[in-house]
């Protein structure tokens, strides 16, 4: 069974930093590309930053593009998300999901239960 | 930049059919968009249920099917049951290793 757990979300100052954690387990991670999507309090979905299988490319959404930066360890089956200088526009609930990206495949397969971010002071 | 365009709500009858679609502002949507589908219940996780255009997920009921509709990816939805209400959020990769959501449908089932 593939199961994400998300970790590392908290209440954090604007300007502030605060590093995310995904944990996988139930599939072979170092095999798949993995990303980040969240979602602001009564919105709606918004991709946030993908990585590929082995690490080597990265993408970012323009909205966090220079602020977060994601990373993952295939020795220990986890994903990063590393936000720095965040704002109050940061606050969501952070997913990460299993992303199928591969022609003709681009699509999050799996996702997480969810992490919330709050950016206030 | 390219906006993902989806009705803001839509309300089924049960039993009834439902189409949902998801555009784009610059350009007809075809396969090479990869259209995906997810639904998302209030306080939880979204679920995948289409990828790329039309292959539902595991354990996904065959009611749910995505198509190519003129210039917009579909979900439509056959036979609406009480637990199909729902925020349904299409995707479409854009190239570049970027997927931009469109805004989301919300679907009563009254």
């Known amino acids: 069974e593939v199961q994400l757990l998300e970790s590392g979300g908290g209440l954090v100052q604007p300007g502030g930093s605060l590093r995310l954690s995904c944990a996988a387990s139930?599939?072979?991670?170092?095999?798949?590309?993995m990303s980040w999507v969240r979602q602001a309090p009564g919105k709606g979905l918004e991709w946030v930053s993908s990585v590929t299988d082995d690490g080597a490319d990265t993408y970012y959404a323009d909205s966090v593009k220079g602020r977060f930066t994601i990373s993952r360890d295939n020795s220990k089956n986890t994903l990063y998300l590393q936000m720095n200088n965040l704002r109050a526009e940061d606050t969501a609930v952070y997913y990460c999901a299993k992303d199928r990206r591969v022609a003709p495949l681009y699509y999050f397969e799996y996702w997480g239960q969810g992490t919330l971010v709050t950016v206030s002071s | 930049q390219t906006v993902v365009t989806q009705e803001s709500s839509l309300s089924v009858s049960p039993g009834g059919t439902v189409t949902l679609t998801c555009g784009l502002s610059?350009?007809?949507?075809?396969?090479?968009?990869?259209p995906s589908w997810y639904r998302q219940t209030p306080g939880q996780a979204p679920r995948t249920l289409i990828s790329s255009t039309n292959v539902r997920s595991s354990g996904v009921p065959d009611r749910f099917s995505g198509s190519i509709l003129g210039n917009k990816a579909a979900l439509t939805i056959t036979g609406a049951q009480a637990e199909d209400e729902s925020d349904y959020y299409c995707?479409?990769?854009?190239?570049?290793?970027?997927?931009?959501f469109g805004g989301g449908t919300k679907l009563t089932v009254l």
């Open positions: 610059s350009a007809s949507v075809s396969t090479t968009s990869y």
């Open positions: 139930g599939f072979r991670f170092s095999g798949y590309a």
């Open positions: 995707m479409m990769y854009m190239g570049s290793g970027i997927y931009v």
